[in-house]
T-cell receptor, first 113, second 114 residues
Framework: KAGVTQTPRYLIKTRGQQVTLSCSPI?????VSWYQQTPGQGLQFLFE???????NKGNFPGRFSGRQFSNSRSEMNVSTLELGDSALYLC????????????FGPGTRLTVL | AQSVTQLDSQVPVFEEAPVELRCNYS??????LFWYVQYPNQGLQLLLK??????LVKGINGFEAEFNKSQTSFHLRKPSVHISDTAEYFC????????????FGQGTRLTINP
């Protein structure tokens, strides 16, 4: 069974641009969560999607948004990039809501210049 | 709201020595507890989890952790470490209502010296 895949693995953008990251969950998994990892702030929850609906949201500005498609694939978008958005963005999938083990992808490394 | 404190940012140990990575949490509600490991340039892998029941939890790669409700701790232990255990370890908590939202500690970098 293939794991969680994230594309692209690396991205370089400049301030003010926008970026879209993609996450394909494990087959059959319906819940997708996103996390931001930085040296200063550590791992922080961004949002969770289940059945194409955002179910939970972390404390991030509105520049961070996401969506989930009917096949459970998810994208997150960051608009008007700032230097502080440079981070590793991790996606995790689980079978459904409630507690199920979350399986993490390898992440997308975003660098904002 | 929950919070997690990992008391050591770095822990160096010699190969085959025992290790304990400390984690304390704060929460006003019942929680689930987790330990994850992150190898360089990789995502997170679940080592073990506490949901309910026995307070001693065994995980993969010989790791175990003990949930102590009175001390709000969930320390990770391994009796004998190997070079391949070199990685960053994260303690995390979620409440039982928003179980997909993990709150992580700052991480402990475990370095195994030969």
């Amino acid at each position: 069974k293939a794991g969680v895949t994230q594309t692209p693995r690396y991205l370089i953008k400049t301030r003010g641009q926008q970026v879209t990251l993609s996450c394909s969950p494990i087959s059959g998994h319906r819940s997708v969560s996103w996390y931001q990892q930085t040296p200063g702030q550590g791992l922080q929850f961004l949002f969770e999607y289940f059945s194409e609906t955002q179910r939970n949201k972390g404390n991030f500005p509105g520049r961070f948004s996401g969506r989930q498609f009917s096949n459970s694939r998810s994208e997150m978008n960051v608009s008007t990039l700032e230097l502080g958005d440079s981070a590793l963005y991790l996606c995790a999938s689980s079978l459904s809501r409630g507690y199920n083990e979350q399986f993490f992808g390898p992440g997308t490394r975003l660098t904002v210049l | 709201a929950q919070s997690v404190t990992q008391l050591d940012s770095q822990v160096p140990v010699f190969e085959e020595a025992p290790v304990e990575l400390r984690c304390n949490y704060s929460s006003s509600v019942s929680v689930y507890l987790f330990w994850y490991v992150q190898y360089p340039n990789q995502g997170l892998q679940l080592l073990l989890k506490y949901l309910s029941g026995s307070t001693l939890v065994k995980g993969i790669n010989g790791f175990e952790a003990e949930f102590n409700k009175s001390q709000t701790s969930f320390h990770l232990r391994k009796p004998s470490v190997h070079i391949s255990d070199t990685a960053e370890y994260f303690c995390a908590v979620s409440d039982k209502w928003g179980a997909q939202k993990l709150v992580f500690g700052q991480g402990t970098r475990l370095t195994i010296n030969p």
